[in-house]
């Protein structure tokens, strides 16, 4: 399972463009790479997914470079309520496990 | 938007005694989950099930911890005997098939509380 690498945490302020970015030099051929975020006492949410290339939806792009060994989840002009810890995910185990790492808590501050 | 619902929100039992957590996965998908995290710690996987049977256990899913589809529409997790770090929030998941390019579906969890 490809290890990922992710900020701790950000600060943003409301209205701006958040990047974060997630290092995973070692993906699989066939690994997608899902972003989840998660609010407290929430389960986590699914906000986006890729294979390579950009991907946009009405959350978020993912931004994935020709190597794959890292990608960009962007939110733009984030509000308050964008105040989350977001996930990269890198393929699947066994049984389609998932496997959380601790994420980027993400501040957004008026 | 389909969502994955999960019952009690809240479950506060006496240790030693059994708890049963029930979930309603979305009603297309085939591939069903559960999931706990420990207030300020990861998400952990404790199970995944699939055509009726467990595909996948992580070692937190002792023999204390069972899963069950009672019927077509409900998913449960029972712990026969609740223990003081049982005590975390318990999330159950369901996707459409189990490939790592369909995402898995999170319900807001039972916060289960062992006293």
């Known amino acids: 399972l490809a290890k990922t690498t992710q900020p701790i945490s950000m600060d943003s302020y409301e209205g701006q463009e958040v990047n974060i970015t997630c290092s995973h030099n070692n993906i699989a051929t066939n690994d997608y790479i899902t972003w989840y975020q998660q609010f407290p006492s929430q389960g986590p949410r699914f906000i986006i997914q890729g294979y390579k290339t950009k991907v946009t939806n009405e959350v978020a792009s993912l931004f994935i470079p020709a190597d794959r060994k890292s990608s960009t989840l962007s939110l733009p002009r984030v509000s308050l309520s964008d105040t989350a810890v977001y996930y990269c995910l890198v393929g699947v185990q066994a049984g389609n496990m998932l496997t959380f790492g601790g994420g980027t808590r993400l501040m957004v501050k008026p | 938007e389909p969502e994955v619902t999960q019952t009690p929100s809240h479950q506060v039992t006496q240790m030693g005694q059994e708890v049963i957590l029930r979930c309603v996965p979305i009603?297309?998908?085939?591939?069903f989950y559960w999931y706990r995290q420990i207030l300020g710690q990861k998400v952990e996987f404790l199970v995944s099930?699939?055509?009726?049977?467990?595909?996948?256990k992580s070692e937190i899913f002792d023999d204390q911890f069972s899963v069950e589809r009672p019927d077509g529409s409900n998913f449960t997790l029972k712990i026969r005997s609740t223990k003081l770090e049982d005590s975390a929030m318990y999330f159950c998941?369901?996707?459409?098939?189990?490939?790592?390019?369909?995402?898995?579906?999170f319900g807001d969890g039972t916060r289960l509380s062992i006293l």
């Open positions: 099930f699939y055509n009726n049977e467990i595909s996948e």
């Open positions: 009603s297309n998908h085939l591939y």
């Open positions: 998941a369901s996707s459409v098939r189990p490939n790592s390019n369909q995402p898995q579906h």
